[in-house]
């Protein structure tokens, strides 16, 4: 079955430092997503993209975050200038409508 | 905004036994879909039942099944003879049935221990 692949699996970095988060979604999807997951709490929205543009975003979503679909094949989750708070698990997600399909994640730690 | 209340935060059950998750939710939407995702310690999230709100027969998924009670707004899990891999943290969420909107809202989360 076509999988959403995301990397790096586990990234560390230093607080103030910029990360990219990529994404592989399956290719006949039609609406991506990122969500949060911070160790031990729920999963959180964080942004939906859809026609290449962001088509929600959620009050996590600040202007250290950005989104973008380059190539029409990855999709990347920027963060500008961690913060300690930003250590938590992030979830690409992928599908045509109702039908979701998650990647397996990365382990975001900002030290 | 749509909230989703899983009010159980740990349960353990015996292998072959059966356990029922319950979450509510609260929404002024008439047409939406709820699901329960299934988070193994590996941390992937796994699609293990979706209900359409519209549809009255509960979901089933082999030994998962849903009951359904829409005036009520719940939608608890059951899991049927248990087994040691369903132990995991279970997520019940919320979607809204409109074009292009298709974040999910999720619960709390509620970890399922399975006991040999």
């Known amino acids: 079955e076509p999988e959403v692949t995301q990397t790096p699996s586990h990234q560390v970095t230093q607080m103030g430092q910029e990360v990219i988060l990529r994404c592989v979604p399956i290719?006949?999807?039609?609406?991506f997503y990122w969500y949060r997951q911070i160790l031990g709490q729920k999963v959180e929205f964080l942004v939906s993209f859809y026609n290449n543009e962001i088509s929600e975003k959620s009050e996590i979503f600040d202007d250290q975050f950005s989104v973008e679909r380059p190539d029409g094949s990855n999709f990347t989750l920027k963060i500008r200038s961690t913060k300690l708070e930003d250590s938590a698990m992030y979830f690409c997600?992928?599908?045509?409508?109702?039908?979701?399909?998650f990647g397996s994640g990365t382990r975001l730690t900002v030290v | 905004a749509q909230t989703v209340t899983q009010s159980q935060p740990e349960m353990s059950v015996q292998e072959a036994e059966t356990v029922t998750l319950s979450c509510t939710y609260d929404t002024s939407e008439n047409n939406y879909y709820l699901f329960w995702y299934k988070q193994p310690p590996s941390r992937q999230m796994i699609l293990v039942i979706r209900?359409?709100?519209?549809?009255?027969q509960n979901a089933t998924e082999n030994r998962f099944s849903v009951n359904f009670q829409k005036a009520a707004k719940s939608f608890s899990l059951k899991i049927s003879d248990s087994q040691l891999g369903d132990t995991a943290m279970y997520f019940c969420?919320?979607?809204?049935?409109?074009?292009?909107?298709?974040?999910?809202?999720f619960g709390a989360g509620t970890t399922v221990t399975v006991r040999a």
């Open positions: 997600a992928g599908g045509q409508n109702y039908g979701y399909t």
């Open positions: 290719s006949n999807h039609l609406y």
């Open positions: 969420a919320f979607m809204k049935h409109l074009s292009n909107d298709y974040k999910l809202s």
């Open positions: 209900q359409e709100a519209y549809k009255q």
